[in-house]
């Protein structure tokens, strides 16, 4: 075979691999082009206009920008700041999480069933676990009031004023758990055993290894849980419905008051609703860069 056939043969293969190639990527490639690239553009759209879904949408430039950072709008940047309180679960949460996976590491009969049992709500959904955790704190009937009952102190109001931040929160630490576990569980078990026993020789205690071998091996997937988590507690929206629906004041979250706005309970105020949510998409952008600009001085890589 002569040099020019063989590589026109090699390009013909090429040309082949690379059709193939487009062929495989294709679905996903249309699917996030029809299902996010497109209403993301038409929410730009919709945050310059006044629509209200039965008139033709009229551009009024950056008017709802300029309402929502007026004195009129008093409920959109309290919810980001009461979303930014709940984010507060997920550093609780990867805590419990990394203290329990360090237990089921090590040599804890039946392992395998705890595991099943953290991490068996993970699988549940957001409104199903929502309308279970509302049962248990119902006033009159719920769970933790029949155990306070129990033990003689008076019934409380979990979801008041007073007391609906650190139940959510609780709520949301439980609910977390079973992926963070199963996460550190996999991270710490791939840690060379030879950095513990190389410790041990040096003096180290448990703390110590836990210190300064453990926690310096699990940061990547510390500031993956923590990274996801913050943007999850930012965006979050089922079980805050569910459970409050917004009221008490200090429940409402940026997402449930978008939805709001566009034909919920608020009316219907398409592009003032696009604005908050482009609003709340550069804030939760904003706080991501800030995360990876901070990671550089204790996430720590192998290589």
């Known amino acids: 075979m002569s040099e020019k056939s063989a590589s026109k043969k090699m390009t013909r293969s090429r040309v082949s691999e690379m059709i193939w190639g487009y062929i495989c990527v294709a679905p996903l490639t249309i699917g996030l082009l029809l299902f996010l690239a497109a209403p993301l553009c038409y929410a730009l759209y919709l945050s310059l206009t006044t629509y209200d879904l039965f008139n033709a949408p009229q551009f009024i430039g950056m008017g709802n920008f300029i309402r929502a950072f007026s004195e009129a709008e008093t409920q959109f940047w309290p919810s980001v700041?009461?979303?930014?309180?709940?984010?507060?679960?997920?550093?609780?949460?990867?805590a419990f999480s990394l203290i329990l996976a360090n237990i089921l590491v090590g040599k804890v009969k039946c392992t395998n069933i705890f595991r099943m049992i953290i991490f068996l709500p993970t699988i549940c959904s957001a409104v199903a676990v929502g309308v279970m955790w509302k049962r248990i704190y119902d006033y009159q009937y719920g769970f933790m009031n029949t155990i306070f009952m129990a033990l003689g102190f008076d019934r409380i109001n979990w979801l008041d004023?007073?007391?609906a931040v650190f139940s959510l929160i609780f709520q949301s630490v439980l609910f977390g758990l079973g992926t963070n576990m199963l996460l550190y569980v996999a991270t710490i078990k791939?840690?060379?055993?030879?950095?513990?026993?190389?410790?041990e020789i040096d003096g180290a205690n448990a703390l110590q290894s836990f210190l300064y071998i453990t926690?310096?091996?699990v940061s990547p997937v510390s500031f993956y849980i923590l990274t996801t988590g913050i943007i999850g507690s930012l965006q979050g929206f089922a079980i805050y419905q569910v459970m409050t629906n917004g009221s008490p004041a200090n429940?409402?979250?940026?997402v449930l008051l978008i939805?709001?706005?566009a034909g919920g309970s608020y009316g219907a105020f398409y592009g003032y609703s696009s604005a908050?949510?482009?609003?709340?998409?550069?804030?939760?952008?904003?706080?991501t860069a800030i995360n990876f600009v901070i990671s550089n001085k204790?996430?720590?890589?192998?290589s």
């Open 215 to 217: 926690l310096p091996s």
């Open 298 to 302: 204790w996430v720590h890589y192998e």
């Open 190 to 199: 791939s840690v060379p055993r030879s950095h513990y026993e190389a410790a």
């Open 259 to 261: 939805y709001n706005y």
């Open 81 to 94: 700041g009461n979303a930014f309180v709940m984010s507060l679960g997920v550093l609780f949460s990867m």
């Open 251 to 254: 429940t409402m979250m940026p």
């Open 161 to 163: 004023y007073d007391h």
């Open 276 to 287: 908050l949510a482009i609003l709340l998409g550069v804030i939760i952008a904003i706080v």
